[in-house]
C-alpha cells in the first residue's frame, strides 16, 4: 500500500481527505465520514464472504461502544490492533501531506521506505518533565 500526497494531482484534486493506492487501483475519500471515491468504481462494488470480510460494522460511537463494552465484558467493535494499524495510516498520510510528495510506508516496522526526512516525524522529542532522574 502506498501513501500519497492528497494534493497530488487526480480527480479529487485537493479536496481528497486521504488516497490509498493498491494493485487494483486508488480508494480515496472527500472530508471526515465522506464519500468514497475510486479509480475504478467496481472495487466499491465488491463485496466479501463473512468469514473473509474485514469489514465492521458501525456502531452507534466508538465511545459508547467501549464503554458498554467495559460493563458487559463483550469484545469491542474494532479490536485495539486494528485501530493502531489505522491510526498509523492516518499519521502517514498527514505526514506525506504536510512533506507534499508521496510516502511508502513498511506497516510491519512502522516506518517509511526510503525517507528519513519521513522517519523522523514518526517521533516526538520527550518533554522535560518526562525524563527519567
Known amino acids: 500500500m502506498k501513501v500519497v500526497n492528497a494534493v497530488e494531482e ?3 484534486g485537493d479536496k ?3 488516497r490509498l493506492l493498491g494493485s487494483k487501483g486508488w480508494v480515496a475519500n472527500i472530508g471526515w465520514r465522506g464519500r468514497f471515491e475510486a479509480s475504478d468504481p467496481d472495487i466499491l462494488r465488491m463485496r466479501y464472504a463473512p468469514e473473509t470480510s474485514k469489514h465492521w460494522p458501525l456502531p452507534p460511537g466508538e465511545h459508547r461502544n467501549f464503554l458498554d463494552c467495559i460493563r458487559s465484558g463483550a469484545e469491542t467493535t474494532y479490536p485495539a490492533e486494528t485501530l493502531h494499524r489505522l491510526s498509523t495510516t492516518l499519521h ?3 505526514i506525506a501531506m504536510d512533506l507534499g510528495r508521496p510516502l511508502r510506508g513498511d506497516p510491519e ?3 517509511f521506505i526510503g525517507d528519513s526526512e519521513a522517519d523522523r516525524r514518526c517521533r516526538r522529542s520527550e518533554r522535560e ?3 527519567k532522574a
Open 92 to 94: 502517514m498520510g498527514l
Open 16 to 18: 481528497a481527505s486521504i
Open 129 to 131: 518533565d518526562w525524563r
Open 10 to 12: 487526480t480527480k479529487l
Open 109 to 111: 516496522n512502522e516506518r
